[in-house]
Nanobody, 114 residues
Framework: QVQLVESGGGLVQAGGSLRLSCTAS???????MCWYSQTPGNQLELVAR???????HYADSAKGRFTISRDDAKNTVYLQMKSLKPEDTAVYYC?????????WGQGTQVTVSS
């Protein structure tokens, strides 16, 4: 079992920045780490992914503005969010996936005001 705890969400004005953190209860070096977003009534959407080898993938909406990184020594993955837009408003979830099992955090709310 892996418990994931997200933090760093909040209210920010458009154009501002936030850094989300996701800290795991155990080592994560064998997991692909992802950030997803979800707005009310909609499905989860992949925002960013980082594999164990450091390969990254971003949603088109996140490219150039968001950066995913991981510090396996701290069992933590980050999502640096810059140039935030009102449409980035969502609950952001951390996900750890190694194929045979996967885990979710409880989510952190990001609200971007115009």
């Amino acid at each position: 079992q892996v418990q994931l705890v997200e933090s760093g969400g909040g209210l920010v004005q458009a154009g501002g920045s936030l850094r989300l953190s996701c800290t795991a209860s155990r080592i994560i070096f064998s997991f692909t780490m992802c950030w997803y977003s979800q707005t009310p009534g909609n499905q989860l959407e992949l925002v960013a992914r980082m594999t164990t080898g450091g390969y990254t993938h971003y949603a088109d909406s996140a490219k150039g503005r968001f950066t995913i990184s991981r510090d396996d020594a701290k069992n933590t993955v980050y999502l640096q969010m810059k140039s935030l837009k009102p449409e980035d408003t969502a609950v952001y979830y951390c996900n750890a996936d190694r194929g045979i099992d996967w885990y979710w955090g409880q989510g952190t709310q990001v609200t971007v005001s115009s």
